[in-house]
Antibody, heavy 119, light 107 residues
């Protein structure tokens, strides 16, 4: 059974940093691209970042470029999102999601971790 | 950036009725479009990918159609458990984007 378990969310002041983790199990992690998707309270879904199975081709939505870094440790089946220079508008539930294959549709999602940026 | 516009914002229908949800892209995305269902407090669930392919375990009452810029998710024979917000999503180019969602209410 595929499982994705996010951790690392919490309350942080504007300008601060957080590192999210997503522990994966139930599939060959290194074979699949992974993404982060976020959802602000009461709002819709927003794609944040993508990384290929071998770690190639990180991609980001414009609003996080230069502030967020996606990475993965295939030896530990874990996906990461390093978030720096956090802003109030980054407040959201952050989901990690597995791509179905090289076509990045999201077939499995974690339960999400809440990041709140506030003073 | 390819903008996806979903309509209507809210759809209120009775059990057994048919729901037709629209997703319009600001430029062609070919067939590189998916639909997701999200219930309150839950993560989204993939329903349809490549515009018309049902994901594993999705009931046959869910179907997708369209290509280019106009897409439709049809739910034939609404069930009470279909009450949710539905999002479209494209993978045609970067950045990937989602539509704003359609809320389906069951009367």
């Amino acid at each position: 059974e595929v499982q994705l378990l996010e951790s690392g969310g919490g309350l942080v002041q504007p300008g601060g940093s957080l590192r999210l983790s997503c522990a994966a199990s139930g599939f060959t992690f290194s074979n699949f691209p992974m993404t982060w998707v976020r959802q602000a309270p009461g709002k819709g879904l927003e794609w944040v970042s993508f990384i290929g199975g071998s770690g190639v081709g990180p991609m980001y939505t414009d609003s996080v470029k230069g502030r967020f870094t996606i990475s993965r440790d295939n030896s530990k089946n874990t996906l990461f999102l390093q978030m720096n220079s956090l802003r109030a508008e980054d407040t959201a539930v952050y989901y990690c999601a597995k791509c179905i294959d090289s076509r990045c549709y999201f077939d499995y999602w974690g339960h999400g971790t809440l990041v709140t940026v506030s003073s | 950036e390819t903008v996806l516009t979903q309509s209507p914002a809210t759809l209120s229908l009775s059990p057994g009725e048919r729901a037709a949800l629209s997703c319009r892209a600001s430029q062609s995305v070919s067939n590189k479009l998916a639909w997701y269902q999200q219930k309150p407090g839950q993560a989204p669930r993939l329903l349809i990918y490549d515009a018309s392919n049902r994901a594993t375990g999705i009931p046959a009452r869910f179907s997708g159609s369209g290509s280019g810029t106009d897409f439709t998710l049809t739910i034939s024979g609404l069930e009470p458990e279909d009450s949710a917000v539905y999002y479209c999503h494209h993978r045609s180019n970067w950045p990937l984007t989602f539509g704003g969602g359609t809320k389906v209410e069951i009367k």
